[in-house]
């Protein structure tokens, strides 16, 4: 590998997925709820807690949504793609690290350091997965990106394992090795639990070096009348160039829609599963436990369904994965035992990484490569939005029904309408015009650095 500047250059990119992860392991989906619900939103009735966590995601990602695009053009025409994904990264390590220091009843200081770290992790992963197109070649799109998602359960799941050995073990350990630590377990547990926090921010950067090194910039390219532009006036003008030929992204745009409805779906179950437990009286060994089943048992399923496209095609393997979650929202509303919260995790595990990473590479084909940061900032808008409306209508319809019972139902709407459009996209013809613009893009741009 250290003889191919390509493989490195995936391995490389494979591993921002290893780096990152962590974040949306440790802080989004496992132990930070607890930790929200339990220790900083300690005061509040549960069921408020639940809603105020749904609220403090809604708002970090409202807020990439509306800067996504305009930032997204602004990397394309600046040939800076991998310095805007650097600025969001140390962002949000920087919001992570001060997790630290929230304690019983700081709800409002947890959101606000949640959302500087959620704004971070979302808008750096904007410009990573605008490096696919230009990493990966297309024949092996599917599977870069599938293994991007495996390297990333792995690297997120290997964290969790150590941050759930500090916390349930920690608090037993340590004043026996330490005397001085010799405090009451419920404190000794939420400082282990704090300092799980920082070791999410010294992981996310230590694993971002490799992509730092080896990943490199694509070629700056711009339009003849745009050399004279700075990069804000860029990027409104090509905004407005993009929505004016709109009409021939037709399917490329079908394909956000649909994304957009079934992520709604996905999206929620990964934010609000660990405080729906939480909420139901399950323990962080159940819930963070099941987690880290997760992360594992995703890692295979992952790689299976990158395989899976190759056999059957990237759309059917979408609707396939689109199914299976369609069923695990019908078995939330039921669930009752720790049983049932461990047999759904399991298939929330088959199909998690595979309908993420073939969405991902999906959309990559149906994308001129030299434009890809400002189409994946409209991936990730999409995203983001799945990401505010999910959760927005779990805490209301939680807060109208005084539980979450009906929250999760309520998500299969969402997957429902998501396959319906997903069958009517024709991914060849996007991916057609996809290539077309790119020719033409290289045609008409005179101007183009490394």
């Given at each position: 590998m250290?003889?191919?500047p390509?493989?490195?250059?995936?391995?490389?990119?494979t591993?921002?997925?290893?780096?990152?992860?962590?974040?949306?392991?440790t802080i989004?989906?496992?132990?930070?709820?607890?930790?929200?619900?339990?220790?900083?939103?300690?005061?509040?009735?549960p069921?408020?807690?639940?809603s105020?966590?749904?609220?403090?995601?809604?708002?970090?990602?409202?807020?990439v949504?509306?800067?996504?695009?305009?930032?997204?053009?602004?990397?394309?025409?600046?040939?800076?793609?991998k310095?805007?994904?650097?600025?969001?990264?140390?962002?949000?390590?920087?919001?992570?690290?001060?997790?630290y220091?929230?304690?019983?009843?700081?709800?409002?200081?947890?959101?606000?350091?949640?959302?500087?770290g959620?704004?971070?992790?979302?808008?750096?992963?904007?410009?990573?997965?605008?490096?696919?197109?230009?990493?990966?070649?297309?024949?092996?799109?599917?599977?870069?990106?599938?293994?991007?998602?495996?390297?990333?359960?792995?690297?997120?799941?290997?964290?969790?394992?150590?941050n759930?050995?500090m916390?349930?073990?920690?608090?037993?350990?340590?004043?026996?090795?330490?005397?001085?630590?010799?405090?009451?377990?419920?404190?000794?547990?939420?400082?282990?639990?704090?300092?799980?926090?920082?070791?999410?921010?010294?992981?996310?950067?230590?694993?971002?070096?490799?992509?730092?090194?080896?990943?490199?910039?694509p070629?700056?390219?711009?339009?003849?009348n745009?050399?004279?532009?700075?990069?804000?006036?860029?990027?409104f003008s090509r905004l407005?160039?993009?929505?004016?030929?709109?009409?021939q992204?037709?399917?490329l745009?079908?394909?956000?829609?649909?994304?957009?409805?079934?992520?709604?779906?996905?999206?929620?179950?990964?934010?609000?599963?660990?405080?729906?437990?939480?909420?139901?009286?399950?323990?962080?060994?159940?819930t963070?436990?099941?987690?880290?089943?997760?992360?594992?048992?995703?890692?295979?399923?992952?790689?299976?369904?990158?395989?899976l496209?190759?056999?059957?095609?990237?759309?059917?393997?979408?609707?396939?994965?689109?199914?299976?979650?369609?069923?695990?929202?019908?078995?939330?509303?039921f669930?009752?035992?720790?049983?049932?919260?461990?047999?759904?995790?399991?298939?929330?595990?088959?199909?998690?990484?595979?309908?993420?990473?073939?969405?991902r590479?999906?959309?990559?084909?149906?994308?001129?490569?030299?434009?890809?940061?400002?189409?994946?900032?409209?991936?990730g808008?999409?995203?983001?939005?799945?990401g505010?409306?999910?959760p927005l209508?779990?805490?209301?319809?939680?807060?109208?029904?005084?539980?979450?019972?009906?929250?999760?139902?309520?998500?299969?709407?969402?997957?429902?309408?998501?396959?319906?459009?997903?069958?009517?996209?024709?991914?060849?013809?996007?991916?057609r015009?996809?290539?077309?613009?790119?020719?033409?893009?290289?045609?008409?741009?005179?101007v183009?650095?490394?």
């Open positions: 250290k003889n191919d390509h493989r490195r250059a995936i391995w490389a990119w591993m921002y997925d290893w780096a990152n992860s962590a974040f949306a392991t989004m989906a496992a132990v930070l709820p607890v930790y929200y619900a339990s220790v900083a939103a300690a005061d509040l009735p069921n408020e807690a639940t105020n966590w749904a609220f403090t995601t809604t708002i970090a990602l409202v807020l949504a509306v800067l996504g695009p305009i930032l997204g053009a602004m990397a394309d025409f600046s040939g800076a793609k310095r805007f994904l650097t600025v969001f990264a140390l962002l949000g390590i920087f919001g992570t690290a001060l997790l220091f929230v304690q019983r009843g700081d709800w409002i200081m947890a959101s606000l350091f949640y959302i500087l959620s704004i971070g992790f979302s808008g750096a992963n904007v410009f990573y997965d605008s490096l696919l197109p230009h990493v990966a070649t297309p024949d092996e799109i599917d599977q870069v990106s599938s293994r991007g998602y495996a390297m990333g359960y792995a690297g997120g799941g290997i964290l969790l394992a150590v759930m050995a916390i349930l073990f920690g608090p037993k350990v340590l004043p026996q090795l330490i005397p001085a630590l010799a405090l009451e377990e419920s404190a000794l547990t939420a400082w282990m639990t704090r300092l799980a926090f920082v070791t999410v921010a010294v992981w996310w950067f230590t694993f971002t070096i490799p992509l730092w090194r080896f990943v490199a910039e070629p700056r390219r711009i339009f003849s745009e050399v004279n532009f700075n990069p804000v006036k860029a990027s407005a160039n993009t929505f004016r030929n709109i009409r992204y037709r399917e745009m079908k394909f956000i829609i649909a994304f957009w409805l079934y992520n709604n779906g996905i999206g929620t179950i990964i934010y609000m599963a660990t405080i729906y437990g939480t909420e139901l009286g399950f323990g962080i060994e159940t963070v436990g099941t987690l880290l089943m997760v992360q594992f048992v995703a890692i295979p399923f992952a790689i299976l369904f990158g395989w496209a190759k056999k059957i095609g990237t759309k059917p393997a979408i609707l396939l994965s689109l199914a299976v979650y369609t069923a695990i929202a019908i078995g939330g509303y669930l009752r035992t720790p049983l049932h919260f461990f047999l759904l995790g399991f298939a929330v595990a088959t199909v998690q990484g595979g309908s993420q990473a073939l969405s590479s999906l959309f990559g084909r149906m994308v001129p490569k030299s434009q890809s940061a400002e189409f994946y900032s409209f991936f808008v999409s995203e983001k939005i799945a505010t409306v999910g209508v779990f805490g209301i319809v939680s807060r109208l029904m005084g539980g979450s019972r009906f929250s999760i139902i309520s998500l299969i709407i969402f997957f429902a309408l998501g396959m319906l459009l997903l069958t009517r996209v024709n991914e060849h013809e996007g991916i015009v996809a290539e077309a613009e790119e020719q033409a893009l290289l045609v008409h741009a005179p183009s650095t490394p």
